[in-house]
């Protein structure tokens, strides 16, 4: 037997650089999804502030009617401008060995995570994204909800494919 041990350098320059990988983006679709949702949220949450200010006595709230409904107002566009803005910044990628998810609006992450590390993936439509034929693919770990990935924004049809690509691969790896 020639098994010498053997523990070289690794320089950093001859390291992969997964930040250099092309992915993908998000389908265009799920834009309009997490649009569809705000509209849902801000005008239950509207209609209930209406209600509430109609019914209880806020006298405080007649001096700053206005200031309050700018505000209001100027609130449901910094969250769509938030949600283009963090739209257009997810991507994905999946390789022989891991799957790449980046997101982030202020400051970009990455996360990858290597199929032998991967416990279970879940396919999720909720009814918006049923209506658009958009799904999500969630990968849990070990490692716990930190290293967990949730990618929305595939096709039903690409997620599935995914996903069997992924589940072929673990069970490969077992």
């Known amino acids: 037997m020639n098994n010498k041990f053997s523990n070289e350098k690794i320089l ?4 992969p650089k997964f930040e250099e990988i092309i992915t993908s983006k998000l389908n265009r679709k799920y834009y309009s ?8 949220v801000f005008s239950v949450l509207s209609t209930l502030l209406g209600l509430a200010f109609n019914f209880l006595d806020f006298d405080w709230f007649e001096n700053y009617t206005n200031t309050i409904i700018m505000l209001y107002l100027f609130i449901w566009v910094l969250l ?5 803005i963090s739209f257009n910044r997810k991507s994905y ?3 022989d060995h891991d799957v790449i998810y980046k997101y982030g609006v202020l400051w970009q992450t990455s996360v990858l995570i ?6 279970h993936i879940a396919l999720h439509q909720d009814f918006i ?3 658009f034929g ?12 930190a290293s967990d990935i949730n990618i929305h924004g595939l096709t039903l049809d690409d997620a599935k494919r995914f996903k069997d690509f ?8 077992k």
């Open 129 to 131: 994204s049923r209506r």
């Open 12 to 15: 950093k320059e001859t390291l």
């Open 134 to 145: 958009l799904a999500s693919l969630q990968f849990y770990t070990a490692g716990g909800s």
């Open 166 to 173: 992924v589940s072929k691969r673990i069970e490969k790896k």
């Open 33 to 40: 999804v997490t649009v569809i949702s705000s509209i849902i």
């Open 93 to 95: 990628a999946f390789r």
């Open 114 to 119: 290597p199929f032998n590390r991967i416990q």
């Open 80 to 84: 769509f401008f938030y949600d283009w």
